[in-house]
């Protein structure tokens, strides 16, 4: 039961560089969302999707892009890094948004540093 | 907006019982999450409220108050392994986790 899973799940980047996030989950969940976490801080949405080929923004979205072409995979993208982007980035999914199911089921996390 | 408020920190004993506060302001509401998380990993689901009242699962309860903006989640016989930080997130109306900081719990011999 692999659940949800996001590679890498370290990296580091100089200031300027592109790079890709990748989430895979096998539990054919509708939902999938990319957050970030800083300490002191609340998770905050970057971005979200309801279902494959859609996306949306969330909080805090500027400096990513995100695309869902497969139901399984969710890919984040960040097209040129910055200092202010390190952080750790959970993905989750959810089968539905409402009710009891709509638990949200995290990867591990992904730790990004930008120098 | 939308504002969840939790203590940033608390300290307990090994065996005693905790109390975690959470009040919030949502626009809307579809029910509140409560999360686990130990350091280094991901958060993981403990309890879901969306009608008042205390729901009791084990030694973890989690009660909510719809009228007040307010929950709590009740830790009783407490571990060492419960020592994580434990994070309060009402369901808006668009169906939106809103994450409040967290409240991180020391857990004492």
């Known amino acids: 039961n692999a659940g949800v899973t996001q590679t890498p799940k370290f990296r580091v980047l100089k200031t300027g560089q592109s790079m890709t996030l990748l989430c895979a989950q096998d539990?054919?969940?509708?939902?999938m969302y990319w957050y970030r976490q800083d300490p002191g801080m609340g998770l905050r949405l970057i971005h979200y999707?309801?279902?494959?080929?859609?996306?949306a923004k969330g909080e805090v979205p500027d400096g990513y892009n995100v695309s869902r072409l497969k139901k399984q995979n969710f890919l984040l993208g960040l097209e040129s890094a910055a200092p202010s982007q390190t952080s750790v980035y959970f993905c989750?999914?959810?089968?539905?948004?409402?009710?009891?199911?709509?638990?949200?089921?995290f990867g591990e996390g992904s730790r990004l540093t930008v120098l | 907006g939308q504002n969840i408020d939790q203590p940033t920190e608390m300290t307990a004993t090994e065996g005693a019982i905790v109390q975690i506060n959470c009040t919030y302001q949502?626009?809307?509401?579809?029910?509140l999450f409560w999360y686990q998380q130990h350091a280094g990993e991901a958060p993981t689901f403990l309890s879901y409220?969306?009608l008042d009242g205390l729901e009791e699962k084990g030694r973890f309860s989690s009660f909510l108050s719809r009228s007040k903006g307010y929950s709590y989640l009740l830790l009783k016989e407490l571990q060492m392994k419960d020592s994580a930080s434990y994070l309060c997130?009402?369901?808006?109306?668009?169906?939106?986790?809103?994450w409040g900081a967290g409240t991180k719990l020391i857990i004492k011999p």
């Open positions: 409220n969306v």
């Open positions: 999707s309801v279902g494959e080929g859609t996306t």
């Open positions: 539990m054919n969940h509708e939902y």
């Open positions: 949502t626009s809307g509401f579809n029910g």
């Open positions: 997130a009402p369901m808006d109306s668009n169906y939106q986790l809103i």
């Open positions: 989750a999914s959810r089968e539905l948004a409402g009710g009891p199911t709509g638990e949200l089921f």
